[in-house]
């Protein structure tokens, strides 16, 4: 389960993005968004001014099943590219952290996925 608060350069453009990962918009006005994919919960604020390369913001993303959940978003053509924005990392594993997996958002916010356990 996760409720984020993250940052919005364009509410419009982010609920596109967060669209073909499966999200909806549940609420939507000129100060807060809020988007919804089953139990995931992300809340957007807005902050035209902010630089994605930047941008420090980030959540961890505990679901119960991060591969099925990386195939999903793995079909909406993101790009894997490192140094891109927005990008889908594959599986990784750091040190003694959880295997999980990363999405950066156009706004430059990091999704940490991993499982529940």
């Known amino acids: ?21 499966g999200f909806a918009a549940t609420w939507k006005d000129e100060g807060w968004m809020i988007l919804r994919r089953g139990p995931l919960v992300l809340e957007f604020f807005p902050h035209p001014d902010l630089d994605p390369w930047s941008s420090w913001f980030s959540a961890c993303v505990r679901v ?27 599986f990784f594993k750091p040190g003694a952290a ?4 990363a999405l950066v958002d156009e706004n430059g916010s990091l999704l940490r996925v991993m499982g529940n356990g």
């Open 1 to 21: 389960r996760i409720t984020a608060n993250l940052p919005a350069r364009d509410f419009d453009a982010t609920e596109r993005f967060y669209a073909a990962l």
């Open 64 to 90: 119960d099943d991060p591969d099925a959940l990386h195939r999903e978003w793995s079909a909406a053509g993101i790009s894997n590219d490192d140094r891109a924005i927005p990008r889908l990392t594959g």
């Open 98 to 101: 959880p295997r999980m997996f």
